[in-house]
């Protein structure tokens, strides 16, 4: 039987929760021309609900072209362009072979390649070999009104992780290139989303910077414990299994609501399951979850100093004047300077968050991991 909870994959269908009116407001922005950055921390859907919204918009309006990039693995200036370009193309021809000339007139520079993903439905990408120039970078931006014009569509380019780009050398000139020529695209929205906060919110709040409001920002939210209650407890039963409403609750207390463990408890609990969930069942599918999940945790951690160790472990113990003299002997957390740096640090790589005057863990497994192991 195939396990009614799904993670490790963007989530589909009867495995997509809820998110009507985030699903509704990115739709109206983005077939408004409306540029879009979408911001959460890792795992929350962001990607689900952007390929949720694609599907829909491309169903309801057959002039509609997604385009998606995963700008993650991307490391230098000249792959950006040779992606960006090759996946512009591929979504705007995606069913015509003939579509490889078409688009030659589009990139005087480059010699697209066509390729064929599957010979039955005659889907098809492009690649490209070039060294791109100067021109050919503006060129390369300009290409989705180009093709927009010319072939009476709206493209939408959706970039995944796109605060990785800041790690590329050449940022700050690519950046100030893309803003100029997107800017000026009448046939094109942009829907720009990513994990890290603050790089995120560097690059899209900071007045000082190119992409200062391009767009609406938008602060992707939880989804509600009412509406993951109800999937849980539908998709026990839909299998021929059960799960009391409470045992549904503490599987979103424990997680915080967060998507992807919430998925993850569901199906080691469920998979454990011959008839109805127990207390034995859940606690033992909570340990399981923590110990998948720890290897990944030691490798984060090991990557730490000590102070910035000793700052979780204070965080842990629900410290948060991390400057006063007796949390600062009680956690050997350095002086002043340090804990203003690891303090930064920590929030910047999403280990912690302040909420009010209090700090937390943004991670709630990674929390529950953490205590276990250094809680002395």
């Known amino acids: 039987m195939k396990a009614p909870f799904q993670f490790g994959s963007l989530a589909e269908k009867e495995n997509f929760i809820d998110r009507i009116e985030d699903r509704a407001l990115l739709k109206q922005l983005l077939m408004s021309g409306i540029h879009v950055m979408l911001i959460s921390p890792r795992r929350w859907g962001k990607s689900s609900l952007v390929k949720a919204v694609g599907e829909e918009l491309k169903a309801e309006n057959k002039n509609v072209r997604v385009c998606y990039i ?25 069913r015509f072979k003939k579509g490889v000339e078409e688009m030659k007139k589009f990139l005087t520079g480059a010699v697209p390649q ?81 994990s890290k906060r603050h790089m995120m919110t560097e690059i899209f709040n900071d007045s000082t910077k190119p992409f200062y409001r391009f767009g609406q920002v938008i602060w992707l939210k939880k989804i509600e414990e009412r509406y993951w ?23 979103c207390e424990v997680t915080q609501c967060h998507s992807w463990y919430v998925q993850q408890l569901s199906f080691f609990i469920w998979n454990s399951t011959d008839t109805e969930v127990t207390e034995e069942i859940f606690n033992r599918s909570l340990q399981r979850l923590i110990d998948t999940n720890a ?48 303090k930064r640090i920590l929030q910047d790589k999403d280990y912690i968050e302040q909420r009010g005057q209090r700090f937390e863990f943004v991670d709630p497994i990674f929390r529950l991991w953490f205590n276990q192991e250094y809680n002395n």
């Open 70 to 94: 995963d700008a993650f693995s991307i490391s230098t200036e000249n792959e950006f362009y040779r992606v960006f370009a090759s996946r512009v193309m591929s979504c705007a021809a995606s």
């Open 114 to 194: 066509l390729v064929i993903r599957d010979k039955v439905t005659e889907f098809v990408t492009f690649d490209l070999r070039f060294q791109p120039q100067e021109k050919d970078k503006l060129e390369i931006l300009e290409l989705p009104e180009k093709i927009a014009l010319a072939k009476g569509l709206r493209i939408i380019v959706c970039i995944d992780e796109f605060q990785q780009l800041a790690n590329i050398p050449q940022y700050p000139d690519m950046e100030g290139k893309m803003r100029s020529v997107w800017q000026q695209q009448h046939n094109v929205s942009y829907c720009l989303y990513g």
């Open 229 to 251: 209650v109800e999937f849980i407890t539908n998709a026990f039963e839909r299998t021929g299994k059960s799960i009391s409403t409470e045992f549904a609750k503490r599987i």
């Open 295 to 342: 290897p990944m945790f030691q490798n984060d951690v090991e990557q730490l100093t000590a102070s910035q160790k000793a700052m979780l472990r204070a965080v842990n113990d629900g410290r948060y004047q991390f400057a006063a003299d007796q949390t600062k002997r009680l956690y050997a957390m350095g002086n002043a300077n340090t804990i203003a740096r690891n």
